[in-house]
């Protein structure tokens, strides 16, 4: 079978971050709280004191800017983005302003030309393994079955074999993969595909996760399934997410504040807070709150881009 070369490419870079932690102690995934006296990747020792324990962001990318070509493409430009502690946060910005270039910052794969990018309080620029990350595609392996798929990232974060796929077993029904555990990649619809890899980013062993347009291939209505689905997912660890999107509605249904981006270069144009109690129920989106909001963001939105 010719296999696609670029998933593997392209996991491995993700991979390499999860192995440059290898030897903590891996943490359980979907733990009920976030732990703060846990050892970081960057100081396997670090015990924080009483007060850091509520003053350290999970995320914290200060300034950011980043140019490619040797600085010939500027592509972000004094980011500010932070995340407390078990916060949903997202950003949303048009095509090639920056989103996953962000993310992979903050997945330590590429260092920034310029401002620091913190989890837990620990610089990882260039440092990858301190977050759990999904990349914009599902980069499955088409020669491994789903069970084996998803433990990839567990395992090269130090986890054995067995356990993770005992840990990986016992997950499938709530990702809604039941019975499915051996299937090929191939035998999935792009809703399955796309559990799968959301999946194996929970199972990898961190605090914190990136999710880079989890939902971008679905239609409206397998999208309002996989929010209501995502929400129980995350209500039951609330575990620190930077996710990205280009869909508004979808950053208000999901987040506890949404950062709004300028076109490339990226500059973040607006950061609201959105206060709707959780859990959040489909019709909110009718509610006059929630379209006011909306329409406030979409506004933010159209002042970032150049004009016409
Ligand atoms: N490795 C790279 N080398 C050169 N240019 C790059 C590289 N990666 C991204 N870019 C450029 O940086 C800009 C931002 O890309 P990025 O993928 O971060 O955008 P995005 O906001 O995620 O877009 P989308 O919403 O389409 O996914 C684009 O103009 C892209 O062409
Ligand atoms: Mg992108």
């Known amino acids: 079978m010719e296999r696609n070369r670029e998933p593997g490419r392209s996991v491995a870079a993700a991979l390499v971050a999860a192995r440059a932690s290898q030897t903590h102690a891996p943490r359980q995934p979907l733990a009920s709280t976030r732990d703060h006296n846990a050892r970081t990747p960057n100081n396997p020792t670090q015990q924080p004191t009483a007060n850091s324990r509520h003053m350290t962001s999970a995320i914290e990318l ?6 490619f070509g040797g600085g010939a ?44 990018a913190l989890v837990d309080g620990q610089d990882v620029r260039g440092r990858p393994g301190a977050v759990a990350y999904m990349p914009q595609k599902d980069l499955l392996f088409p020669w491994r079955r789903a069970l084996a798929n998803a433990t990839v990232g567990a395992e090269i974060a130090g986890q054995s074999k067995h356990d993770a796929r005992e840990r990986a077993r016992a997950l499938f029904p709530r990702f809604g993969l039941a019975g499915f555990e051996r299937a090929w990649p191939v035998q999935l619809s ?23 347009e989890p939902f971008g291939a679905l239609d409206a209505i397998n999208r309002r399934e996989m929010h209501r689905w995502l929400q129980e997912v995350w209500a039951a660890d609330q575990r620190t997410v930077l996710f990205v999107t280009h869909d508004v509605e979808e950053a208000l249904v999901l987040s506890d504040a949404v950062y709004v981006m300028t076109a490339r270069p990226g500059r973040i144009q607006a950061r609201v807070d959105v206060p709707f109690p959780r859990p959040r129920v489909p019709s ?6 929630f379209v006011a909001l909306k329409a406030q963001l979409l506004t933010e939105l159209d002042r970032g881009m150049p004009p016409a």
Do not use: N, Y
């Open 73 to 116: 493409v500027s592509v972000l430009e004094d980011v500010t983005v932070t995340a407390e502690p078990g916060q949903f946060v997202s950003l949303v910005g048009p095509s090639g302003c920056g989103k996953s270039t962000l993310l992979r910052v903050l997945a330590g794969l590429l260092v920034p030309s310029a401002g620091d």
């Open 284 to 289: 909110l989106v009718t509610d006059p709150a």
């Open 62 to 67: 200060r300034h950011i800017s980043h140019a």
């Open 190 to 212: 792009g809703g399955m595909r796309q559990r799968l890899a959301l999946l194996r980013t929970f199972l990898v062993p961190r605090d914190v996760l990136l999710l880079d």
